[in-house]
Nanobody, 117 residues
Framework: QVHLVESGGGLVQAGGSLRLSCAASGSSFAIRAMGWYRQAPGKQRELVAVITSGSSTNYADSVKGRFTVSRDNAKNTVYLQMNSLKPEDTAVYYC???????????WGQGTQVTVSS
């Protein structure tokens, strides 16, 4: 079992920045990939960014050039640096971890990001 704790959400004006963090803990697990999804009111949950154990990254087109995902393998922590935030980035952001070799997915509790215009 993997437990995820997220932090760093909040309220920011358009054009501002926020940094989300997500720390994974548990017993005897290896991480294949870590990443972030988001869900805005009335919309489906969507991929924001993911980073693999080999540090390959993938981003949603809507955040490319503005968001950066990174990880600290020693701390089992993933970060999402969000710059040039827009009101349409407002959503609950969820951390996710995929373990190896099981391929099981785990989710954090979510952290609210609100961008005011």
């Amino acid at each position: 079992q993997v437990h995820l704790v997220e932090s760093g959400g909040g309220l920011v004006q358009a054009g501002g920045s926020l940094r989300l963090s997500c720390a994974a803990s548990g017993s005897s697990f290896a991480i294949r990939a870590m990443g972030w999804y988001r869900q805005a009111p009335g919309k489906q949950r969507e991929l924001v960014a993911v980073i693999t154990s080999g540090s390959s990254t993938n981003y949603a087109d809507s955040v490319k050039g503005r968001f950066t995902v990174s990880r600290d393998n020693a701390k089992n922590t993933v970060y999402l640096q969000m710059n040039s935030l827009k009101p349409e980035d407002t959503a609950v952001y969820y951390c996710t971890v995929t373990t190896h070799p099981s391929g099981n997915n785990y989710w954090g509790q979510g952290t609210q990001v609100t961008v005011s215009s």
